[in-house]
């Protein structure tokens, strides 16, 4: 790092000049990146994605495009007549659109679907232009709902939320940076960084964007994370290099100093997180791999900009990161002295005085939190929590309090006899009469909902999409009594695929699959938790072993990788006291009986590369201490003196960022909000200021222990203890 460093000190300029460049390229790239961003979502290669292909392929129609048009208020006789036509005008606005038969959903409330064969995020497109077609019908009303509508209506609203999380973040960050570095020359550092890596990883997105699918919301995940990252490292690294200028007039050794050891550390953390969102890009599922990808770009250009940009600002600012000062001078001198009488001083010397009654303080909150979580529920998504303040989602609630709120999403039976014309086989016929019995005896089923062609004119089973053209293809429909993520609904996609699909008797040639928005719940979730567990194991192994080269030991790697586990678990046992059991209701937060499927994984994936910034700071400096005192008590309370206040104003500026989305209309927003400043909170304050000094201390001079067959295997220098401290008395451990 040295050499290094001293590189980028002779070639400063041109660092800074090349990061303006990408900094330009990427900024005019993102500004067209909008257009390349989607809001699709599949399962590839389950069986809900393979039976709506072949309502895709052999009859235009994707059930996450198709549109619900329901009425109230018809009672006249030529009521009915008028939401046909209206229904028939809206279909005709996307080509290829077709309305479905007039349904009964109580008395005066009526429903026809809208199939078209477009995917819900050009579906929704078509919303208001399909809304003006239908135009109004005296003394009824009128609601288009259906998945794409509701996606529309609601865009704007998620947009606000996730607006609102960087109008709360922004300001505080501001603030918090404005008390914490003290002057405008120290400020400009973490800014500069921040406007320049996040531009330019939005450059690296637009470029992966023409090779796959990209989220919409990963512009949301790259500013946040890149401004998290940013803010953490050059919060280390200037307070570091600052530290240094105190000791000497030579800026270019206090530079190498700085970077030998805070630098070194930034990009340790960087892999560190790096690794825990490559997990996303290995998820079977191309809306995880895109966020993914997008989440890893962070990361990778900020630990490029770590070890070029940063470095190459503060030659180029040498003293003048000091100028400007904004705050009382006291505060800058007692920042840049060691804390010998601060509070981080005496909560370390608390700490290694009484180790075994803070660790089990600390040790059992976590547990206590943690435990809840062996209760979580997951749900696929659905409609549940949607604000009722859009025209597609009064619709929904319409129709939730008559027919019930699986409506909207019916489950699909589609049956493929790879023959024309074998819709009419009277095998097939009489499986399908059989089919419809059985499923019209289910409770969870509204009976009134399920259709088939058998029981339907041909005529008329085409345009309702119950058989294609050639008749070889077939469908039906039936919607439960609840909303398509309920554990009733998944309960009666099994139902359908286990019993009730094999008892119909359908021939043997046929391909019967089970589709429809609760299938595809249930397919997503078996797709990511089936992978989930390798994948955490592969991460798990991937950041001990650099950590081991990190650290150089084979104890803190371990420490750290079973913290960061007890954080996450914490983490989602808040979720569960807070939604699940509604704690959060009096705070105004939504309760739901499950938590949304993809919020987990989002929230290891992030959660654990981003404590772990915190865990490297803090081991990096306790590193260093030990490795020039060898005193194992001295270094755990130095390094917690000297990295305390830098991982609280961290934690503060990330908390203040994410705190946005609890305040969000969304009850899945709201969870992968708390989910965020609950784990970041813990983290900061009970795992890295008590749990982690505590063990650390209960471990002694074990710390430190690196066996010397993993010394030379990693070509490091010798390490203060070879062996198993065998030798030690008991006492030194304590």
């Known amino acids: 790092m040295i050499g290094w460093t001293r590189f980028v000190i002779a070639h400063r300029k041109r660092i800074v000049a090349a990061w303006l460049v990408l900094f330009a390229l990427g900024g005019y790239a993102a500004g067209h990146l909008g257009g390349l961003l989607s809001n699709r979502f599949s399962v590839p290669g389950a069986e809900s994605e393979r039976g709506l292909n072949l309502l895709k392929d052999h009859m235009g129609d994707r059930s996450d495009g198709s549109f619900t048009l329901v009425a109230t208020g018809v009672d006249a006789p030529g009521d009915r007549a008028a939401v046909i036509a209206a229904a028939r005008r809206a279909a005709g606005v996307v080509r290829g659109g077709k309305p479905g038969p007039l349904l009964p959903a109580a008395r005066g409330v009526v429903y026809a679907q809208i199939a078209t064969p477009l995917e819900n995020q050009d579906a929704s497109k078509a919303t208001p232009p399909m809304r003006r077609a239908i135009g109004r019908a005296p003394g009824v009303r009128t609601y288009l709902s259906g998945f794409p509508a509701i996606n529309h209506d609601t865009q704007a609203i998620f947009n606000e939320d996730l607006a609102r999380g960087e109008l709360i973040g922004v300001p505080i960050a501001i603030v918090v940076m404005v008390l914490m570095f003290g002057t405008l020359g120290g400020i400009v550092v973490p800014i500069a960084f921040a406007l320049v890596t996040i531009p330019t990883t939005l450059g690296l997105v637009w470029i992966f964007a023409h090779t796959m699918d990209m989220a919409i919301y990963v512009t949301n995940i790259v500013a946040l994370i890149g401004l998290a990252i940013a803010v953490d490292y050059s919060m280390l690294v200037v307070f570091r290099y ?19 050891t805070a630098g070194r550390a930034t990009l340790f953390s960087g892999a560190t997180v790096a690794i825990g969102l490559a997990l996303l890009v290995f998820m079977p599922l191309p809306f995880m791999r895109s966020m993914g990808v997008g989440g890893l770009l962070v990361p990778v250009v900020s630990m490029s900009a770590s070890a070029t940009l940063l470095p190459a600002m503060l030659a180029l600012m040498g003293r003048g990161v000091n100028r400007w000062r904004i705050v009382p001078r006291g505060w800058l001198e007692r920042r840049a002295a060691p804390d010998v009488t601060g509070a981080w001083h005496r909560l370390a010397t608390a700490i290694m005085r009484r180790p075994i009654v803070f660790f089990t303080a600390a040790a059992v909150l976590m547990l206590a939190f943690a435990v809840p979580a062996t209760g979580l529920h997951l749900t696929g998504g659905d409609n549940r929590g949607t604000p009722l303040t859009t025209e597609a989602t009064r619709g929904l609630k319409v129709l939730e309090t008559t027919l019930g709120a699986g409506a909207l999403a019916p489950h699909q039976i589609v049956v493929d006899t790879h023959a024309a014309g074998g819709a009419d086989d009277p095998r097939v016929v009489a499986a399908e009469r059989n089919l419809v019995a059985l499923l019209r005896r289910d409770p969870a089923i509204q009976p009134r909902t399920v259709v088939a062609p058998a029981f339907v004119p041909r005529a008329a089973a085409r345009q309702a999409n119950l058989v294609d053209a050639a008749g070889r293809v077939l469908q039906v429909r039936a919607a439960g009594r609840t909303d398509s993520g309920t554990p009733a609904a998944m309960d009666l996609v099994h139902r359908l695929r286990d019993r009730y699909v094999p008892a119909a008797g359908f021939p043997a040639g046929a391909d019967v699959l089970v589709t429809g928005a609760p299938a595809f719940g249930v397919d997503f979730i078996a797709k990511a938790y089936g992978a989930f567990p390798w994948l955490v194991l592969a991460v798990l192994a991937m950041s001990y072993l650099i950590l081991l080269r990190a650290f150089r030991s084979v104890v803190l790697p371990a420490k750290a990788v079973v913290m960061n586990l007890l954080s996450v678990s914490a983490t989602y046992g808040v979720l569960v006291l807070v939604f699940q059991h509604g704690g959060g209701e009096r ?45 194992n008590e001295q270094a755990v309370a130095y390094g917690l003196e000297h990295t305390g206040r830098i991982i609280t104003a961290a934690a503060v500026i990330m908390i203040a960022a ?35 000094p505590a063990t650390m201390k209960l471990l002694g001079r074990w710390n430190w222990y690196l066996p010397e067959r993993v010394r030379r295997a990693l070509r490091l220098h010798p390490s203060p203890m070879t062996s198993a401290p065998a030798e030690v008395e008991p006492a030194a451990s304590s």
């Open 242 to 260: 600052r530290e240094e200028l105190a000791k000497t007039e030579d800026l270019d050794a206090a530079l190498q100093t700085t970077m030998a």
């Open 587 to 631: 705070l105004g937060l939504q309760q739901t009986p499950q938590v949304e499927a993809w919020i987990p994984i989002f929230l290891f994936a992030l959660l654990f590369g981003l404590s772990m910034d915190y865990e490297v700071f803090l081991l990096s400096r306790m590193r260093e201490e030990w490795d020039r005192r060898r005193d």
């Open 658 to 692: 994410f705190a946005g989305f609890v305040a969000g209309s969304f009850v899945g927003l709201q969870e992968f909000g708390l989910g965020l400043c609950a784990a970041i909170a813990l983290d900061a304050t009970i795992v890295r200021a008590i749990l982690v």
